[in-house]
């Protein structure tokens, strides 16, 4: 499955490269900072320990399942049981990161920051539970610009691959 989920990034990061090709034609030169600025910051996040064996560029993140005990132990604050984890990254989900159409760092992290007041949850465990389902690590370069790099169809798999380790989590562990 890990490397089907490789070819599947792969497609969707050709599909927007091409669809950003076609557009650069007809860009400004404000659209061509823009667009520089973002390749840049994309560009400062991707380091040796990012990328994966092939040295792609393709942001490395570990596959969670229910047998990851410390990704789950990160995902999971303390105080919380791995089914609360798992509601809330499901919440985050389907209320924020399905609906969302701007995927700019700044309205990911809006999104996320109403998501932890709608949930009571401090801000910073709700980021660390999404920093871990996203990159299957606790430390990785600033949340908001790896999760626009990623892309929204790569954070929805990934996300809905942590719920369900969650899920599958016993309780306590």
């Known amino acids: 499955m890990p490397e089907q989920d490789s070819i ?3 497609h969707e990061l050709a599909v927007r490269g091409h669809i950003a090709a076609r557009a650069f034609a007809s ?4 659209d061509v ?4 600025a973002a390749m840049l910051l994309a560009l400062a996040t991707i380091t040796p320990s ?3 064996a092939q040295g792609t560029g393709r942001i490395r993140g570990k596959v969670i399942d229910a047998d990851d005990k410390a990704a789950l132990a990160e995902m999971t604050p303390k105080g919380r049981e791995p089914g609360e ?3 809330a990254l499901k919440s ?3 209320t924020r990161i399905d609906p969302l159409l701007d995927w ?3 309205a990911l992290e809006s999104a996320l920051r109403a998501e932890a007041d709608a949930l009571s949850w401090p801000a910073k465990d709700l980021f660390l539970s999404v920093r871990v389902a996203a990159t299957g690590r606790a430390a990785s370069p600033p949340l908001f610009e790896t999760l626009g790099v990623l892309g929204k169809e790569v954070v929805r798999r990934r996300l809905r691959r942590a719920i369900e380790a969650l899920r599958g989590a016993k309780t306590g562990s």
């Open 8 to 10: 599947t990034e792969a």
């Open 27 to 30: 860009a400004t030169q404000e």
């Open 33 to 36: 900072d823009r667009i520089t």
């Open 50 to 52: 990012t990328l994966d």
């Open 85 to 87: 984890a798992a509601a």
């Open 92 to 94: 985050v989900l389907e």
């Open 104 to 106: 700019s760092s700044a």
